[in-house]
């Protein structure tokens, strides 16, 4: 087995028009920017986007954005230093948004990843996030019914990989890229490494290889917070 | 007949020789308990499945040698296994979301009956006794291919391929193909499909010891298997 | 009245100094992003609380030197953290499991608006641009004591603290103690009660600029901080 | 902050009549024997018991039902080995049983965890395991509400711990145990070796020190398959 692909152009053709695709980080730790930017060289459009964020700067999800590759963005905090890009498109009603509680993302992903169609919690009662939804009460408290979220493609960024598919994570990078990768039909991690099947001790592997269909190696990867402060652009 | 069936029918390991040619290379496979765990003995040269046990291990192994076992290190059946490079642990609820959520190309199953509409009982015989139900009522309705192995008929020489099962149910609708003693059978659109039959049986003969009819849909084949 | 409020009133350092001498050594903490951040430097001596990100670190320390960052290791604000011995990384699922399974002792967070039912609204002042709300809905449901700290009254001189708010809802019913910049209030039975005052407020006018009724049951203490 | 505990005796000491137990562990695999002969000791009663399994031979939870201290046990597959002890009681109509689906149950343990009431699987749909449930379909398949499942006290574990409760777990002797640490009210591990704060890699922490509230060394910890080999009995 080996799930290895050796350009990130490879890794991202498979999205196409319409796709929605997942994309790991909050704000820009863990954001897979290089796999962001060669999905940007490719420029499908039309896509829905899940993140925690909408985009920060000119590089990664903003410039997606930019690109008008993004009709829908899932999100719980579309705000950040610099999020020009996405507020100036929405409050000109070019993108849409689905804004969700972080916690409620997180759980739908990972409801979408486990087969859970449906679960309760009791974050949104009684607000306007809330509004629609099926409740419920169990116990003597009110609780609001949530759906899973499933993609079609996961971007991911990883710090270990094996052809597999097994990986690792750096620090805080982890966020919602393992959940990510189990909620999508499609998986694609650019790792900072890959290392021989059983280079990755077993109980230390986060993300099991059958949740990755392609890993791609980005040796020393960008990170989002240093682009902007360099005020880069893609492309 | 059912002395000249004994005289025929495949082994259990010849079942699972037949159940492991169609598990293609790189397949991410559950083998319920007992039977079905000889399965992964027959993979294809050239083909390595990765097996999934749900106590939480991915990339498992063989049996080790006796008196080399680690009691930390087991399958789903408490038997000790080893590890294969690329293996990985896991906790139970991550183990289930593999199951549940679809990440499984295949799980293979034991069963007392199957139904021609997908039903499968194979986790209580109804009579009492103490119930156990393990992981089998998540493995059916978690795999993108639910397939099981078993006798064609019981050792009283009743069918276990039936219109409907009498027993109680681990599963609706969710068997997609059964490899027997006798034959391999689809279930499509609610009916068995016979895809497969040993060569010294009658489709008569066949069909009798059937509990529901055997659609026929192109050509059946024969099921040759080697000695095993 | 407002002039000689804005006098006597606590700054924001001071109203997270008074939050910080209600943790307790050991709680596991979570400060909402912005002015609750400031409550980690209060500790009182001898006291540690675990330090909770939503974003998947738990037992985090202080900002690193300018130029030391990693941007792998941020919080919740996205600002550069480091880590004390003993810290734990996970994902944002599990970091939320700690949230809403009610793991947390306190979540210290601001605030637009508190009702004196409990009811929370900070994270959207209603009137357009782009919402945002990141985890508070899910930390107002998680913490065994969800607390706030505010000012007393906005900028322009409108209670914050009211008889129901007026802007969306963060959640309902789940605050039960506001750090203001006057008071120390709990919410008990749908009241506010007041526990602190600045001794340079008399309560008629700490009254005159809260939305609701304060009740006093039992003795009202002096709110003494240190000048920071 | 120091979880750690000196004695097993001291570990266990909060556990009274009437509690509900988690105690981790797929057969021998990842129980914590140690701590269960410790509550033997003890000896409270009527005992909830929940475990993947019902006990094996006479040591660990057999022994806790041959002592009288179970009244009911909530598990997925109470047969094994030698399941003799709960067979019996059982059979005699002395011990109740609740059945639930493997990974039902370690969903429910999860949802009791993470502060999710209720969710929807497609486990059971159609059996005799979902009778009295509520159904409810999805995107045109037919799902069955499971409630979470909390407990007072959970028995678990580890490989390596520290004093603030972070745990390892040592190969598939993981199961169970991370997911019942969370879902109790109060966590007791029993590990292998204790290491001080920072001993163990953050990102190698398995279960967090949130999740767990005392910790005892038990340094060379007793296998259950051993000891039924050995056919020992407890006490």
Redesign the interface.
């Known amino acids: ?1 080996d799930k290895t692909v050796a350009a990130l152009a490879e890794a991202v053709a498979p999205i196409q028009d319409g796709a929605t695709v997942m994309i790991g980080g ?5 954001a897979p920017i290089e796999l962001i930017h060669a999905l940007i060289d490719k420029g499908p459009k039309d896509l829905t986007v899940i993140n ?1 964020n909408a985009g920060n700067g000119h590089v990664g999800i903003a410039a997606m954005i930019e690109q008008g590759m993004v009709r829908k963005m899932i999100c ?6 610099d ?1 020009k890009v ?2 100036d498109l ?2 000109a009603g070019g993108i849409e ?1 689905e ?9 739908r ?21 809330a509004k629609g939804k099926p409740v ?1 009460e ?2 003597g ?3 609001v019914q949530e ?1 899973w979220l499933k993609a079609d493609f996961a971007l991911i960024k990883g710090e270990l990989g ?3 598919g ?1 990986l ?12 990510m990768a ?1 909620a999508a039909k499609h998986t694609i991690a650019q790792v900072s490494r890959i290392v ?3 280079g990755i001790d ?5 993300t ?4 990755v269909n392609s890993v791609t190696e980005a040796a020393i990867p960008q ?4 682009l902007n402060r360099q005020e880069a652009v893609y492309p | 007949m059912s002395a000249a069936i004994n005289d025929i029918k495949l082994s259990n390991a010849q079942i699972a020789w037949r159940a492991a040619q169609d598990i293609e290379d790189g397949a991410y496979v559950n083998l319920g308990i007992g039977f079905p765990e000889m399965v992964a003995k027959f993979q294809p040269a050239g083909r390595e499945a990765v097996f999934h046990t749900e106590n939480g291990v991915l990339g498992f192994g063989e049996a080790p040698e006796a008196g080399e076992e680690d009691w930390d290190l087991i399958n789903a059946g408490k038997k000790a296994i080893t590890l294969k490079p690329g293996s990985t642990f896991f906790h139970h609820a991550d183990s289930f979301a593999m199951v549940r959520g679809g990440h499984l190309d295949v799980a293979i199953l034991g069963a007392y009956q199957v139904a021609q509409n997908g039903d499968l009982a194979n986790w209580s015989t109804g009579k009492g006794g103490v119930p156990a139900v393990g992981g089998a009522m998540d493995l059916v309705h978690g795999a993108k291919r639910v397939a099981v192995i078993t006798d064609h008929i019981t050792k009283k020489g009743e069918p276990k391929l039936m219109a409907a099962c009498t027993m109680p149910l681990t599963g609706v609708g969710c068997v997609t193909r059964v490899y027997t003693s006798l034959a391999v059978i689809d279930i499509e659109d609610g009916r068995f499909v016979l895809r497969e039959k040993l060569p010294a049986i009658y489709f008569d003969d066949l069909q009798a010891v059937t509990g529901a009819e055997l659609k026929v849909d192109g050509t059946v084949r024969d099921l040759i298997v080697p000695a095993l």
């Open positions: 087995m909050f704000g820009g730790s863990g925690n719980s905090f579309p705000r950040s230093a999020p996405f507020t929405y409050l948004l804004l969700v509680p972080q916690g409620t993302l997180a759980e992903i990972r409801a979408g990843g486990a087969g859970i169609p449906a679960f309760y919690t009791p974050t949104s009662f009684g607000t306007d996030l419920a169990f116990d408290r009110q609780y759906r094996d052809p597999m097994n690792t994570y750096r620090m805080a990078a982890r966020n919602f890229n393992p959940l189990t021989p099947p059983g077993p109980e230390q592997v986060v099991p290889g059958i949740f990170q989002e917070e240093i």
